[in-house]
Structures are given as structure tokens and as C-alpha cells.
């Protein structure tokens, strides 16, 4: 369903990516965000030429059905999770909404699997890559190996935790999260660092059948 509803995703980008560039040519580019897209394609078109009209009503009938689609999609996943226990523990989660608890969920499979979270994070391909030259030890950016789908779905997720989450419970992961970026001075570096706090706690909740606890974490005072 995961996999389905990316495709559906892609689609519906696809076509809002040839609708603008449809409404350039036309003369009337649509404002930024999906809603003035859509209040573009749905103005009266009579004045166009007889090609822009054609390819705009196109692009308007295609994106509506995709839309569609994805809210059938949508609501479909939302039904399935309901009856899974681990995706709504994963779900307590600051920053991890329906779609990041379904792909970890989907993608982790049985965690008896990853005999510590460090291995499930490797899985994940979050962990950082190491090169050894003589004496010396090198540390690079992350490998990049494994579910690249888990790995997109833990970024977004800690995209979302750094800027837009409010809940009381997200101050100590926030706080990591500003700790290494004010240390290191890159958002990049947070954001992929956080992804990773992010999947260690998945992997214990998902261990041991608990729920995201903000006082495991500590004191924000402490973690700072």
C-alpha cells in the first residue's frame, strides 16, 4: 500500500509540475502551494488558445483524479493501521505521523531481526561512514545503504519535529536537535542525527511494546 500510494504521489507531482509549466505558457502562472494551483486551473479558460485550453482541462481532470486517489489511499492506510498496535505506539512519536509509523513499521518487519538498534540504523543506511588509513580513522557522511524509503520517511519526520512540532513532549529531542546544529553550524547535520535518535527509539518501542516517554530522555536542561 506504501509503495502504491508513493507512485500515486509521484504522479499527482508529475502532473501539478506540467500544469504550471502548462499556465506559464498561457500567460496566467499559478501563485506557490497547491491551493493557488488548483484556484488557477479552475478559472475559466475560454480566453486561451485552443492547444493551452486543452492541455490546462487535461492537466485539471488528471490532477483531480490523482487527488482522489491518494484520499482513497489515504483513508485506506489510515483504516489498516488502526488494527496495528505498533504502528499507533509508533506513532507517540514526536514528529512521526501515519505514514512515517506505517513505513518504519513496514519496513522494520519482525525487529527480532536487528539485534540492537545500532544494526537497524546501519539497515537504515543513518549511520555514519567510517574509513580506517593506517593509524587514522576518517568519519563521513552517512552510507546511504539499506531502505532508502525508511531512511526519506525518518528525515521527513525530523524535519517536521525541528520546525513545526508544539508538543510539550518534543522539547528533549528538539533540544538534541539544536545542540548539534548551534555545535556544528549545519541544519543537515541535525536533521540526519535526529532521523537517527528517531529510529532508536522506534526500535525500543517496537522491542519491548512501549510508547514514546519524554522523561527517558531526561531533563531538557540536561541534554542541552
Not at 484556484?39 to 483531480?64: K, T, V, Y
Request: hydrophobic share 50%.
Amino acid at each position: 500500500m506504501l509503495s502504491r500510494r508513493r507512485a500515486l504521489h509521484a504522479d499527482h507531482k508529475r502532473w501539478r509540475y506540467r500544469a504550471r509549466a502548462y499556465l506559464r505558457a498561457a500567460g496566467c502562472p499559478a501563485g506557490a502551494g497547491i491551493a493557488a494551483l488548483r484556484a488557477a486551473l479552475a478559472r475559466p479558460s475560454a480566453a486561451l488558445n485552443g492547444s493551452c485550453a486543452d492541455a490546462i482541462a487535461l492537466c485539471r481532470r488528471q490532477e483531480a483524479a490523482l487527488r482522489a486517489e491518494l484520499q482513497r489511499m489515504d483513508a485506506a492506510l489510515r483504516a489498516r493501521a488502526a488494527a496495528i498496535d505498533a504502528v499507533q505506539r509508533l506513532m507517540t512519536i514526536p514528529g512521526v505521523g501515519l505514514l512515517v509509523a506505517t513505513a518504519i513499521y513496514a519496513w522494520v518487519g519482525d525487529i527480532s531481526r536487528f539485534p540492537s538498534a545500532k544494526k537497524l540504523a546501519a539497515y537504515a543506511g543513518v549511520v555514519p561512514t567510517v574509513r580506517q588509513s593506517g593509524g587514522a580513522v576518517h568519519v563521513g557522511g552517512i552510507t546511504k545503504q539499506g531502505a532508502p524509503t525508511l531512511r526519506v520517511a525518518l528525515v521527513q519526520a525530523s524535519h517536521v519535529l525541528l520546525a513545526r512540532c508544539q508538543r510539550a513532549e518534543a522539547a528533549p529531542l528538539q533540544t538534541i536537535g539544536d545542540r548539534i546544529r548551534g555545535s556544528r553550524g549545519r541544519r543537515k547535520i541535525a536533521v540526519v542525527a535526529l532521523a537517527r535518535h528517531l529510529l532508536r527509539i522506534a526500535y525500543y518501542i517496537l522491542r519491548d511494546g512501549t510508547t514514546y516517554d519524554a522523561v527517558r530522555l531526561g531533563p531538557t536542561t540536561d541534554v542541552a
